[in-house]
């Protein structure tokens, strides 16, 4: 298959796996952003663009973003994609967010057996999201700064839709608040295609908090 015809395979597939019309379930979790915008952290537009922000250099967004890095340079090193699954599984900081990962990755994994792969196969019976999407994206050849900016940006647009669903923004400020962050997206997917789990860490307490706050949480639209 020529280059420009692999690259284009590679859009249509990552358009396809990480597009909110896929199969995962994603638009019923927040990731403990609905707990933030009930304790005020999160109140509007500028607040929720700060708090993806941050999420996505300094938090939970970035460590998945490793571990999809991880999963995609693992390649068909069964040994090794098991490390990393387990790895991602320990590192879920509550209840939900384990929840979350895990059922997300089952979603996936099922889904994306419509494109037919060894990988399958190779991976553990139960996978967190960003080591099923890191290592079916690299079976299937798609590099890791382009399988890594469409991940971001799809964690990037479902907290978008929490936060809009959740009344402190709008859709059009949403869009806004995307072009916005653009280009954190495309520097995080640049520096974490050349990490190692040496570079997984997170400084973002107060989403911690909120998403261990969130299991207790009365009046709820979301799962986490």
């Known amino acids: ?3 420009d015809d692999r690259n284009l ?4 597939r990552l358009m ?3 597009s909110p019309a ?3 379930g994603s638009f019923a979790y927040s990731g403990g952003l609905e707990r933030a915008v009930h304790d005020g952290l999160v109140h509007d537009s500028k607040s929720l663009r700060d708090w993806i922000a941050t999420l996505i250099q300094h938090g939970p967004v970035w460590n998945d973003a490793v ?3 991880e999963a995609h340079h693992a390649g068909e090193d069964a040994l090794r994609l098991a490390a990393v699954a387990e790895l991602a599984e320990a590192l879920a900081g509550s209840k939900e967010r384990h929840n979350e990962t895990m059922l997300l990755g089952d979603a996936f994994l099922s889904a994306a057996g419509a494109w037919p792969h060894g990988i399958f196969s190779m991976l553990p019976a139960k996978t967190a999201y960003p080591v099923a999407v890191g290592a079916v994206a690299a079976a299937h050849e798609i590099s890791i700064e382009k399988t890594l900016a469409a991940f971001l940006h799809a964690l ?3 907290m978008l839709s929490a936060g809009i669903r959740l009344g402190v923004t709008g859709q059009k400020d949403g869009v806004a608040i995307l072009a916005a962050l653009e280009d954190i997206i495309a520097d995080v997917a640049k520096r974490v295609a050349q990490s190692d789990l040496d570079d997984l860490g997170a400084a973002t307490v107060h989403a911690d908090i909120a998403s261990l706050r969130h299991e207790t949480q009365e009046t709820r639209l979301f799962r986490s």
């Open 156 to 158: 990037a647009s479902q």
């Open 1 to 3: 298959m020529a280059a």
């Open 16 to 18: 396809a796996w990480l």
């Open 67 to 69: 571990l999809l890095a």
């Open 22 to 24: 896929f199969p995962v």
């Open 9 to 12: 395979q590679a859009l249509l």
